[in-house]
């Protein structure tokens, strides 16, 4: 059994994406709503008790304003503490449906906080003081995008579940409502996702009890999986379990409207390659190995200028990571590195060249790790090998500046967002060609296209730099071997039937 008993990789972290890129490493923005008036008419019962704006008395009733918002936030959102999300029972009207799809669509492309209720408003065609008829406030609207989307994932798995008997076959029905309930609701997930840190404690801890429901509902069809011997049994399943939620989350991240492959075609691809791996013989993969000493981490650089800009990068991208671009000011990076504002412009030009050296340097960091693994290396398996867990390993030895560069790069313009998206599409070529170039050879499966090799490669892996803890189970090069062995040879037992896929004219 591979890895420890305990431990894991330390508790699930959800930090709030990218809004460049190809949609390998990065997201693609959404197109926006259509900008058409927001049908008035009937609004929601509590938005009738008062105009919930600025002044503490509203509609005639001599009420306290706090008691107001009390009673409006009772109705909108229960409290009852026996229900890890208060949302559970509501059906939106379909004018707070397009209320609610439109603030996702928002915070998605723009970010949950650069992103303001005027803004939300005038997409919608509203005043602002209208919109609060229908909100009490922006985290409110935050709260029940992800609170409502999750219960419905959640409602939908028990339902496909409930009429599947055998492990494979309700390990079939729960991916295949997974992926399409993502996609049926894509912004909201992705909201649910990737903004999470805009709630506040309570509120997210309510709905990521209700994510975790999912999740054990997902680890206990891998363990009945593995218990009857259709799943592997040398990988423990919560291992298992990461890697499928890494392979479905990952895809609202570069799957779009209109994307060739239709919910079930991608629904077949995600579940033959997670079964079956990515090798043409999945027999000659070897299995993961015992743990190596660790490898030694790169020295610092003797020159100190280098160091103490490194050092800049470094804290500029933990504070960009944990609260974002937008809520980082100057004065609180050079507070934390112990200088004043104005030393730390002697090193850069401000904020938003910050973010792109971040941005830039991580990505170039990543590309150059790759290149020395796999060059020189002639068995094409290998090759694809060393690429995973050289990617895996870069992306979370430097895993700050690569979760700012997906979450953040969005506030970039102009040639520093074309800067990012060039060094992307570049790592993602190489990549691309490496898995070309294993087909080419023999190694990996020829009826699944690299591009979806490619897609599910990065599925795989990339969502762990938002959750990987460094005092975890696991050191990066192990879990890079872990996703090497998982993606060429699958999760299935060994000797299942692999269900070769039709994919070339896409």
């Keep these: 059994m591979v890895g420890p008993k305990s431990g894991l990789l330390g508790p699930s972290e959800y930090v709030p994406r990218d809004s460049c890129g190809s949609g390998f490493f990065g997201r693609k923005t959404l197109i926006p709503s259509e900008n058409r008036p927001f049908d008035l008419t009937a609004p929601p019962a509590a938005s009738r008790l008062c105009d919930v704006g600025t002044r503490p008395v509203a509609c005639g009733l001599s009420v306290p304003y706090s008691k107001i918002r009390a009673a409006i936030h009772n109705v909108e959102f229960s409290e009852r503490r026996d229900t890890p999300v208060a949302l559970t029972s509501r059906t939106p009207s379909p004018h707070r449906s397009r209320l609610l799809a439109t603030s996702a669509e928002l915070f998605w492309t723009h970010g949950y906080r650069a992103t303001t209720t005027r803004r939300i408003a005038a997409t919608l065609g509203l005043q602002q003081a209208t919109l609060y008829h229908h909100v009490a406030s922006k985290e409110d609207l935050l709260y029940e995008i992800c609170a409502s989307s999750l219960s419905q994932l959640l409602r939908a798995s028990e339902t496909a579940l409930a009429g599947a008997t055998a492990p494979l076959e309700r390990f079939d029905a729960l991916v295949r409502t997974t992926i399409h309930e993502l996609l049926a609701n894509q912004r909201e997930h992705a909201t649910m996702i990737f903004e999470l840190r805009g709630l506040s404690p309570e509120r997210r801890t309510d709905v990521l009890q209700t994510l975790d429901q999912y999740r054990g509902v ?228 020829t009826d699944i296209p690299a591009k979806y090799l490619g897609l599910l490669l990065f599925s795989l892996t990339n969502r762990s730099m938002l959750w990987y803890r460094p005092d975890g189970a696991l050191r990066p090069e192990q879990l890079g071997e872990l996703f090497a062995v998982l993606f060429l040879a699958g999760a299935a037992a060994p000797g299942a039937k692999s269900c070769l896929l039709h994919l070339d004219a896409i």
């Design 218 to 445: 997902l680890l206990k069809v891998i363990e009945d999986g593995q218990r009857a011997g259709v799943l592997r049994s040398d990988i423990e399943a919560r291992y298992l379990e990461l890697a499928m939620f890494n392979l479905l989350t990952w895809i609202l991240v570069w799957h779009r409207p209109g994307e060739a492959l239709s919910a079930e075609e991608l629904s077949d691809l995600v579940i033959e390659v997670f079964l079956h791996g990515a090798a043409a013989d999945r027999g000659v993969v070897p299995p993961v190995q015992p743990w190596q000493p660790a490898s030694p981490e790169p020295e610092p650089p003797h020159n100190e200028a280098v160091r103490t800009a490194q050092r800049i990068f470094a804290v500029s991208a933990r504070l960009f990571r944990s609260q974002g671009y937008d809520a980082t000011t100057a004065r609180e990076i050079a507070a934390v590195l112990g200088i004043q504002k104005a030393s730390l412009y002697h090193h850069t030009r401000g904020k938003a060249h910050l973010l792109h050296q971040v941005c830039t340097s991580a990505l170039k960091q990543i590309r150059t790790d790759v290149q020395a693994a796999t060059e020189g290396v002639a068995d094409p398996l290998d090759r694809a090998r060393r690429l995973v867990i050289a990617h895996v390993t870069s992306l979370l030895r430097y895993q700050d500046q690569h979760a700012a560069a997906l979450l953040e790069s969005r506030a970039l313009s102009g040639e520093h967002q074309s800067d990012v998206r060039l060094l992307k599409d570049a790592h993602e070529s190489l990549v691309r060609g490496i898995l070309e170039g294993a087909q080419q050879g023999g190694a990996l499966r």
